[in-house]
């Protein structure tokens, strides 16, 4: 049976989720370029210590998740787009989501050892 | 390029599937006269000079939506374009429109763009009696349909949509987008929450990726990216 489907009913969270995701990037970089200029980069001491800090943690962490939950919103956009066989769309979106848990908890645990 | 006679070159894509194995590109020079002022005013007699070329037109002023059509790499209507606004000694290419099936030379197959269309249910829906003369609104609710009501069809904006290029048969495309958001800012309509729950898809509506290749192309001036953006808006405001 080869008729065509729509209507999965879902869509605006991802979009949205897409959108505060990019303000929380765009927040936490301009962080760290103020850092950069503040000197928290300047040794490998004064780095470690900077990101010790718990807020920069916390910070640091919201970065992470933003960054794997935008990128699947985003990856899926372009499987979507130009990927006509529903079981490729299938298969890479399972690969992108496991490649990117992966990733975030890889990034985490980088996080969490300094 | 204004008033006496001039002579103008054209490329124009050439397909007769009767005839013609796959498309060509043909050159062709036109004598014009100084009250050819538009595209399709040399497209016409481009036509009694070689009948054979084959293109849609009807108004010949920016009201039907005909003679959309690829003109030098842009989508745009044939019969809006001013001959003047073209380049000096350069051909004027002339190609269908993007991404749709081509039944001969610049006629394309519509039948995907008004699927989709007619899939936002493009009529007021209200099941209240019909009132004696009409259904009133306010001014300022009746000023929320400007910029939306006067889409011609002409598939310009979704032909020039890469989204509708890989999509046709599952985006919406900004045409029918934007006739949908028509009908959901029209307080006269009943069936708002009906609409949005058909669009709330990540194909119908959400495949638009704001590229805004549509707002370029409108020879009607309109924002199909706005009007997407008001749904996208409305649909955040029910849901939190």
Not at chain 1, 78 to 96: E, G, P, Q
Not at chain 2, 38 to 50: E, G
Request: overall charge neutral; aromatic content about 10%; proline content about 5%.
């Amino acid at each position: 049976m080869n008729r065509l489907v729509v209507g999965a009913g879902y869509g605006l969270k991802d979009w949205l989720a897409q959108r505060v995701t990019g303000v929380v990037m765009a927040a936490f970089t301009l962080i760290m370029f103020a850092a950069a200029l503040g000197g928290a980069m300047s040794s490998r001491e004064a780095w470690q210590a900077f990101m010790a800090n718990g807020l920069i943690r916390f910070l640091s962490f919201l970065f992470i998740v933003s960054l794997c939950w935008h990128a699947w919103v985003g990856v899926r956009d372009i499987w979507m787009d130009y990927l006509n066989s529903a079981a490729l769309r299938l298969f890479l979106h399972v690969m992108t989501l496991l490649a990117l848990v992966g990733y975030a908890g890889w990034a985490i645990q980088i996080i969490w050892r300094l | 390029m204004t008033n006496a006679n001039r002579t103008v070159q054209f490329k124009i894509y050439r397909y007769d599937p009767d005839q013609d194995a796959k498309p060509y590109m043909q050159d062709i020079t036109v004598e014009l006269e100084s009250t050819d002022r538009k595209l399709l005013d040399a497209m016409v007699k481009l036509k009694a000079q070689d009948d054979s070329i084959s293109f849609r037109r009807s108004c010949r002023e920016g009201v039907c939506g005909s003679d959309a059509m690829n003109i030098n790499g842009k989508n745009g209507l044939a019969c809006l374009t001013a001959m003047d606004s073209f380049p000096e000694g350069k051909p004027i290419v002339l190609r269908p429109l993007p991404g749709l099936p081509v039944i001969r030379d610049l006629i394309v197959d519509m039948t995907q763009f008004f699927k989709q269309y007619n899939s936002i249910k493009p009529y007021l829906i209200n099941n209240d009696p019909p009132p004696e003369r009409e259904r009133l609104q306010s001014p300022e609710d009746r000023e929320e349909l400007n910029g939306l009501y006067e889409c011609i069809l002409c598939a310009c904006c979704s032909t020039s949509c890469p989204s509708f290029w890989w999509n046709p048969d599952k985006f919406v495309g900004p045409a029918g987008l934007l006739a949908a958001y028509r009908f959901i800012a029209d307080t006269r309509d009943q069936a708002t929450a009906e609409r949005l729950d058909d669009l709330e898809d990540p194909y119908r509506l959400f495949r638009c990726h704001t590229i805004m290749n549509c707002v370029d192309v409108c020879p009607k001036g309109l924002n199909p990216t706005k009007a997407i953006g008001k749904i996208k808006e409305m649909m955040v405001r029910r849901a939190v």
